[in-house]
């Protein structure tokens, strides 16, 4: 079994809790007390099903560390849209207010940019009555927007409003951010505690078993998965094309294929593929057509992204710019079945902002709830630095640089991953020298 | 008041009625007796809203032209997707079963292909149990396919086939296909009743108030505005763009913004725009944005053809292909807003193929049964070369030149139209002429 | 054909119009250009679809009565919900903002007795901004209630706020009580315009060919009735009962049952029915369920109303309380087949309140889009004493008289109730003395 | 920590595996690997979250016992409908016939009627085609139907069918009985495995987190209860009442309100309440609609059993006939009003059959096609006298025992439910010994 890989799973402090928690009826946390998990080698390389770690166990401590009476809170929500974002939002005013009555609690409007001066966003106060209905609608009513600002100018506006409590929504990039801000904090001996709520649609932050808004994503492509079917049976030689989310892990064209059996070809980043030879997509794609007459292919917008050609430019987040594999594909498709002489229709699909931007389902919405109200928790303690995750179906607080330290992805050596094969029919492998081997 | 134009409302029939109509209970239509309606101009040419017509009323008749036991159907679907194909096929073949008893009716698969030996597509045994559930589906059960084929061979294959009435669900290219079908079994002096069911999303069908399907679609389209209106929200600047269905007409992009009031400009074929100058699209987009930081912009595909510089080109159906509208529009914004240094964020959704797709809602459902009852009864009387239609909420039999003659088109000059104008606010016009006169 | 009966479309006015009209590039109607439709027997006793019928087209006009920086508006919500009535709250809002720049729109708040001042009920002020989002929740923001108020408060209050102009929006009794405000005007001389727009989701309204809300709840209804063919398809002599809204009307019954094909049995008020011997309903149940081992009944709540012996009692509203009919199908399928001894499950859903409360779809809320805007230009010419309709397609002014003065009924001879036996493949009648004639 | 409790997780074979496993490409699960776990209190009483136990893990076994080309298989479906069961069905066909091709699956009809002869109900073969779609459609395809059958009998009929496998999906009394078969088969000698795959709707089953069709109720759920609310606000002194399913265990009444936080009262079973009394609900009730004048109240239907005087009766499937709470709660809220001369209106809605025959959502079709596939890898590899259970997110074989041993229940002393009590309002009792405590 070799060694256990050891991690650092303690969550820092401002200080010592020395208030009482105004929580009546509470069954309290203790932070001593840690939850033991069984990690696997797809949470925490090299680790096997049998190694135990201790975590932080979310939920309201005995005693905190603000005086709530004269605790400001501020939100804010970076990065794309994702279902639940309100619901998030909700969560952490209505907690800080119904059971922590804190002082006042602010919205900072577009991303970063929103503590930047120069761009002269306004400031919203956050109270029960104005976040009541927000969980019925898509998006953020903070709004949002990409990109990194200074962590000084960050924690000079955090001082200026004087603000103790800064709830960052927000993915891998805003979790980096997080980092940088927490620093910047110790670094002048400020008592602002950092929490950090990861939200990526790509469901590929490391420690959390499904982040937010991943489940109404799901459910919402197969509507596009379905339609693309009916779209394919419709015509002769019918391709229905769906291209999802997913930049550098497939789990949304994963699940909707399993959740919606009329997939014929899932192609996601962690599995590289062909398209030429007698192995190659083309090939496949094309059988299966003489075969049953119509395909639906699923894309990750990740996928194949050795066969897009792009130079190495990244966007406002400092992500890679991606190929268009969608586009590379189409006109190979074309170009074959031209030399095939075999005619084709093919229809194509990209609901991505259709799926972003829809309120969160009743599952996302509750995981959005607890989120909400166990960052609130996590604040009231004193805690910093760290995020609020749902592991193993256990509400955690971890330490930011866990969930930052790699992306998840797909095991496609996993029986879910050979569940997503079956349930398409497509081949294990679309390498050519998959057959020699 | 001028003239009222004249227009031929008979439908032709293959012979006189002397079979006892089987229908048990039923309020017969009588032939001579015809439903005057009054015409405005935009159903007819010239026409006032005083000018009174005769149509023949859609139903059983006392009498029938075919006798049931002898007589076989066949049903062919053609061009694009729209919801509802498959609850007119249903309502086809359970009303020639159930109330006719006729002896067999056949589905023509992937459209007029199907007639062709060449293409050696199967032909389907349609009966009350292989259509029971398909209406929980979209698209078509029987496939579908563009292009024209030639009337001998179609006529060739019915005879063979021995069919004595053909039921056409199609857009305007089926219903001229339908037209010269009509005019060869003529020729040949068979007595094979050619029946069309004009379909399309785009609602431009002359003679037809709303085509089935289009509620449907207006529907779905409405989403997608949602959608696109949450994303502009999400981030400075924020543009949402989405592309509906009207390639000459923009009823469901027009339709579908008085639906959900959160759109800003609505672009149609029938009202020509200029993008630059001080009342160019442009301008006004970027006026929209200072003034409220977000825009939805719902884009008919067929609007603004002008900029969209496309040789002269055609598809399978014999359409003009489009100019790519949206392309233009985004590369022009991007130019425009770069050059006056003025950030944005432009969504784009094309939900197409998502809205074409879709079951039918219980509206056109209703609607689709009547259609498919009402071709039957038409049928079975021994019309021929005519379509179904519903025109002021009245089910008429319409011969087929009526509604090939001219595509219905929006009237700009409406309050219908101004409607439109009002709730999304753009300026009545986007020519800079306009600020002159 | 006999003589035609006469009815007076004329709508009331408080006076020549001297103002002019705000909106701008309007196409303008004239009060004196009727619109001339053909009224067949079902909307109007003793019609023939050969009589025409002149009607007071809606739209802005050119002059108008108020000077809208002088006018003050209030809307009024009564009776039962309904989905869409949200909408018209907001056309009248945004149309009389907009269009029109009045100084002050009010709400009243649950329904007639806002009026009231011993109910102590707080007015709302309504602004664009306070119904931006209100269309996507069903309801009415401004709550309801039943049961008249006596003419003279509901006017002194009028008086007292200072209203030129006052939106009913309600079923039948508030209607009339609509009639008892505008004559309670005429006799104090003042100068109020009373409009309404009426609401019932029965679609029972004479005069108006499809009420708001309708559509949704056809839709909605057909959701039940799936559920309960599911249900019965699950259990051995399994049975689906389904309560719909119909006191006196079987409007949605029917259409649902058009829509979704599953249904085996439709009861409305309009096609009275036996319970016992051989051609009732307990043997044709029984009959059906030897077939095909379930099935599916949908019941108008104001169906069999004879056999449910209910004392004539009325409810706030002044309308009959009816008889459970639902609960005498039950307990009598009870007693039959358990004389029968014959097996069965009976799994009954009542969805009323599911139905009524939900948000408008596109095709209603387009409609109360166009109702609140002409409701505003209606009561901006001065017109009073009226209601806004839409018939054939057109949207009308009608005086209030003309729809008050009867329930639309189902026209169980028409072929459209045909259809819906059809359908269903229930007996044509299900009376005993039906068999013998 | 006490001494942990113990328990037998070993699940029984029919034998030895000596066949090899079809299954290509396959990450094979060992059977003397156990997967530990962590088991709360919850799961197991006397448990604390440091015990550890150790479970079989579901997937493929490298060697079989069956062998494939022999093997015949049976499904069965048993009690109230729920989403998913279809999905389940396909699964296990799908998995039986494209993973292991197996000779035949037939499916019983009616749930264990269809062993008995005298009920005549014929069995229905199931293959890929057949069951291509029935996962769009609620219900199951098989039927089901209440209550015990002699073991005796199921199992002559196996012997009779010569079936090696029987998949039993059922609830609590089902699972009884399959330990029932499993130990008559025993008693025989016979080589039958006999598999269950847990279903209740009420989520209430031992060592299973979340029951299939669960997350799928708690969406539709909240649909009925937004429904209440909008109508709770539309009348003076609203009240919407919505009764849940929830026999023994409220936990759809519990997620369902953490979904829509619109609920002002929560009643399950596990939290007894008092009607009378300063600190019982009525008083509660009027309390809050004097302050809010409109209150929603989602009622398990298992809750305030002590209230409803029912005498010890029994269901056709063993469970006890439980009194009509909503009943009891409808007429005291009546009288006490009256009494206290406080107007309300009650808007009661009962959604349970809508929710039980809708198809699954993503999330539980995913979950469903597991609990299918893993079924199937157990019975090939002669598992028997065991369920598929999904526990803290791990797919596992249990012995039934552990199932049936007792109901699960909501903790009402848990941070859950305290949040569940947050998110009402409603005071953590309603008991008036409370209040002095």
Request: aromatic share 8%; hydrophobic share 40%.
């Amino acid at each position: 079994m070799g060694t256990a890989p050891r991690i650092d799973t303690s969550v820092p402090t401002l200080g010592p809790c020395k208030v009482d928690n105004p929580l009546p009826y509470c069954h309290h946390i203790d932070d001593s007390s840690k939850m033991p998990l069984y990690l696997s080698s797809e949470i925490l390389d090299g680790a096997t099903s049998k190694n135990v770690y201790e975590f932080e166990e979310a939920g309201p401590r005995q005693k905190i560390y603000f005086d709530p009476p004269k605790t400001k809170c501020a939100i804010v929500t970076c990065g794309g849209l994702c279902p639940g974002i309100n619901d998030v939002i909700r969560a952490i005013v209505m907690s800080a207010h119904h059971n922590y009555h804190i002082s006042g609690i602010y919205g900072i409007r577009y991303g970063l940019q929103g503590f930047i001066p120069k761009y002269k966003h306004d400031i919203m106060e956050l109270t029960p009555d104005s976040v009541r209905d927000i969980h019925e609608f898509g998006g953020t009513i903070l709004s949002s927007s990409r990109g990194p600002q200074a962590p000084e100018e960050i924690v000079d506006a955090l001082e200026r409003m004087n603000i103790s409590v800064l709830f960052m929504i927000g993915g891998d990039g805003t979790m980096k951010a997080a980092g940088s801000v927490t620093e910047e904090v110790l670094r002048r001996g400020l008592k602002i505690s950092i929490i950090g709520i990861p939200k990526t649609i790509d469901n590929d932050i490391n420690f959390v078993t499904r982040s937010f808004g991943f489940d109404t994503a799901v459910e919402k492509a197969t509507e596009a998965i379905r339609c693309a079917h009916i779209e394919a049976l419709g015509a002769p030689g019918g391709i229905g094309m769906v291209k999802l989310m997913g930049r550098e892990s497939g789990f949304i064209a994963a699940q909707a294929s399993l959740a919606l059996k009329e997939v014929n070809f899932v192609l996601v980043p962690e599995a590289p593929f062909e398209l030429h030879g007698p192995d190659g997509f083309l090939v496949q794609l094309k059988t299966r057509l003489e075969q049953r007459q119509h395909a639906v292919i699923v894309v990750a917008e990740g996928a194949g992204q050795d066969l897009c050609r792009i130079d190495n430019q990244v966007d406002l987040s400092g992500n890679p710019i991606l190929g268009d594999i969608c586009d590379v594909l189409r006109s190979e498709i074309k170009k074959f079945f031209a030399a095939e002489d075999f005619p084709y229709t093919l229809k194509y699909i990209d609901p991505s902002y259709i799926i972003r931007s829809i309120p969160a389902n009743s599952n996302d919405r509750i995981y959005c709830g607890f989120l909400g109200q166990h960052a609130v928790h996590a604040a009231m303690a004193g805690k910093t630095g760290m995020v609020v995750s749902k592991l193993q179906e256990r509400y955690l607080y971890l330490p930011l640089p866990l969930v930052t330290a790699k992306r998840r992805k797909l095991n496609i050596y996993s029986n879910y991953w050979r569940s997503v094969m079956e349930s398409t029919g497509q081949p294990q492998s679309m390498f050519n020298c998959a057959t020699k081997a």
